[in-house]
T-cell receptor
Framework: DAKTTQPTSMDCAEGRAANLPCNHS???????VYWYRQIHSQGPQYIIH???NNETNEMASLIITEDRKSSTLILPHATLRDTAVYYC?????????????FGDGTTLTVKP | GAVVSQHPSWVICKSGTSVKIECRSL??????MFWYRQFPKQSLMLMAT?????????EQGVEKDKFLINHASLTLSTLTVTSAHPEDSSFYIC??????????FGSGTRLTVV
């Protein structure tokens, strides 16, 4: 799995958009970008994933640069419940391809 | 969607005893499951890959005889921490390939060894 780099922490005001960046400059052509989040003392929760096109679901949007070396997760209207550690992971999409390697993630704190 | 059930959610045990943690895929079959360990304020670290019908694959530095893994069926993997010591106290999480997003994680088990 390609290595990812994320800022250690970020703050966001409640109701505003939270933009979480991730660098993955060594990403391979067959690797997808996955985002998970982990709320304290819980297992990671899937958020979104993409290959090269921008993606949107009910939770978030994922913007991937054209060269695929970085991406941004966008939570459009952050709430207090979005406070968590957010992990950006790159790996092949095949579900049997192997393990996920977690970096240190970004601790997002949403403030009232 | 895919659900992975992990039990117990927390356990306290005495030093020297063994603890078993179960990981079940509820609505899909998983020939492979992954076990992670997470210390406070740290990221998840992969411990081993559990394979149904064969031996588990352990990551470098993880003691096979201490962390026994059994993948008894296509929906159940267990992790047994043998002769637990306080330094084994951690948050243990399993995951399985399944569901539209590729991987589903259990809710984790908080192990405290006293």
């Amino acid at each position: 799995d390609a290595k990812t780099t994320q800022p250690t922490s970020m703050d966001c005001a409640e109701g505003r958009a939270a933009n979480l960046p991730c660098n993955h400059s060594t990403i391979s052509g067959n690797e997808y970008v996955y985002w998970y989040r982990q709320i304290h003392s819980q297992g990671p929760q899937y958020i979104i994933h993409g290959l090269k096109n921008n993606e949107t679901n009910e939770m978030a949007s994922l913007i991937i640069t054209e060269d695929r070396k970085s991406s941004t997760l966008i939570l459009p209207h952050a709430t207090l419940r979005d406070t968590a550690v957010y992990y950006c992971i790159v790996r092949v999409a095949n579900t049997n391809a192997g393990k996920s390697t977690f970096g240190d993630g970004t601790t997002l704190t949403v403030k009232p | 969607g895919a659900v992975v059930s992990q039990h117990p959610s927390w356990v306290i045990c005495k030093s020297g005893t063994s603890v078993k943690i179960e990981c079940r895929s509820l609505d899909f079959q998983a020939t492979t499951m992954f076990w992670y360990r997470q210390f406070p304020k740290q990221s998840l670290m992969l411990m081993a890959t559990s394979n149904e019908g064969s031996k588990a694959t352990y990551e470098q530095g993880v003691e096979k005889d201490k962390f026994l893994i059994n993948h008894a069926s296509l929906t159940l993997s267990t992790l047994t921490v043998t002769s637990a010591h306080p330094e084994d106290s951690s948050f243990y999480i399993c995951s399985a390939p399944g569901g539209g997003n590729g991987y589903t994680f259990g809710s984790g088990t908080r192990l405290t060894v006293v």
